[in-house]
């Protein structure tokens, strides 16, 4: 039976073996020769060799439980997670493997021991190109929501770099909002200034100084004028377009879900309409102003397609509270409601009013809700802790599939 065992053993372990067999025998061999009264002391000598040879044999089986479990390892990293185990948690924070899914975020603002992960640091804005920018904005009185949402990446927009345009976000219909969104840091007021007449004329003195490609404009919410300020956002953007052949990004507020309005900003001449959901459903009422929500924001992205919109597109915040299986739920219904282009980005608290920050989730698993909302069709997502709905990154992406869409639409009319 051990002879038999030792043929079967792992070759790492067959030398040990080797040994106590060895062992064994010989000393079985040395009790017989002592003759009949050393019997007692021969059989126990025999026990001692069987329980030498079995030891090892244990020894070898460990060995081979080990052996086996590194080759498992190895698989389980070859193959990566799947979709199922990112829901469940089992890859993506799961004990052992995979990676953290998120760091927590100070339990208040008394908690200095918690602090900011690396990846969320950035440099204070400057530089020349970002001092000439923001004159031209006071200067023509512009606002942007760059500033006025304190966006961690101001100074990299703003600042131009790797080959690129520098770009600003043009706020329009003035600095305060109608709204208080619980996490958005721009004034509000149930009655603001009034609109500015000359704001969509300065607004395209603006792009024309900056010799800019592309361009985003969004703007607060003005529930106290009687057609929400749409009529001013279609006019700024018909001047934009008239002027030159700049690509124009529409980021608008969901003017009560009223189709009309809705309709006149997207015929405006736009090459995208914007509208962010925010969060998830489940965190509808507990992020945003009570008079916006998931059915309403998802209603005017559908009809701005419906009127004439070519790119719909929206934003997720992360990192207040939800569940992943409810992130994947909600790009389900945005695919479903035939939004084109998602991003996600990391919520950041921009003062102590404002809601908390629950977790900070990594940059791996952005990666990996990148690659799912990619395998559900979106034409483009991006997704990182610093990545806003306003991002120069998709904004490049974006005007060279507009630019490529143009082109063959002028092929196909010359045929």
């Known amino acids: 039976a051990m002879l038999s065992s030792f043929a079967r053993a792992s070759s790492s372990s067959r030398a040990s073996t080797a040994v106590a067999l060895t ?15 050393a019997g007692a002391a021969a059989r126990e000598t025999r026990a001692q060799g069987r329980g030498e040879g079995a030891s090892a044999l244990r020894d070898a089986d460990d060995d081979d439980d080990s052996f086996d479990k590194v080759a498992q390892l190895r698989q389980a990293l070859k193959v990566g997670p799947n979709f199922d185990d990112f829901v469940k948690g089992d890859a993506i924070g799961g004990t052992g493997h995979g990676f953290a899914y998120s760091v927590p975020a100070p339990k208040s603002l008394k908690d ?32 942007t929501v760059c500033e006025e949402a304190k966006c961690p990446n101001l100074g990299e927009c703003w600042g131009g770099g790797d080959g690129r345009t520098a770009t ?21 007021s149930r009655a603001p200034p009034p609109l500015d007449k000359d704001e969509p004329t300065n607004v395209s003195k603006a792009i024309a100084a900056w010799g800019l490609d592309y361009v985003v404009l969004t703007s607060v919410d003005r529930d106290d004028i009687e057609d929400q300020g749409s009529g001013h956002f279609a006019e700024t953007i018909t001047k934009l377009k008239a002027s030159s052949d700049i690509l124009v990004e529409a980021l608008t507020p969901d003017f009560r879900g009223e189709p009309e309005l809705i309709a006149k900003v997207a015929r405006s ?20 102003d009570r008079r916006a929500n998931w059915d309403q924001s998802i209603f005017v992205l559908k009809h701005a397609k419906a009127s004439g919109a070519a790119i719909t597109k929206t934003s997720i915040m992360l990192g207040l ?26 919520y950041m608290r921009p003062t102590k009013k404002h809601l908390p920050v629950v977790e900070f989730v990594t940059p791996e698993a952005f990666a990996a809700y990148q ?6 069709g979106f034409l483009y997502v991006a997704s990182g802790p610093m990545v ?28």
Request: charged share 30%; hydrophobic share 40%.
């Open 321 to 346: 509270g939800e569940t992943k299986e409810q992130v994947i739920e909600a790009l389900k219904k945005l695919r479903e409601a035939d939004v084109d282009v998602v991003t996600f980005g990391q």
């Open 23 to 37: 062992r064994a025998l010989s000393s079985s061999t040395i009790a017989r020769e002592s003759g009949g009264g």
């Open 371 to 376: 690659k799912i909302a990619e395998d559900l």
């Open 388 to 415: 806003r709905s306003s991002y120069r990154a998709g904004e490049f992406f974006l005007a060279n599939v507009i630019k490529e869409r143009k082109a063959k639409a002028t092929q196909q009319a010359a045929l």
């Open 269 to 288: 001449g736009l090459d995208v309409f914007a509208h962010n959901v925010e969060t998830v459903p489940e965190l509808q009422r507990d992020v945003r």
């Open 168 to 188: 600003a976000t043009i706020m329009i219909m003035g600095d305060t909002c109608t709204r208080g969104c619980r996490f958005c840091a721009v004034k509000t």
């Open 112 to 143: 200095k021991a918690t602090r900011k992960p690396a990846w969320l640091k950035r440099e204070v804005p400057g530089g020349e190109r970002y001092t000439e920018i923001k004159a031209k904005l006071r200067e023509l009185k512009l606002a």
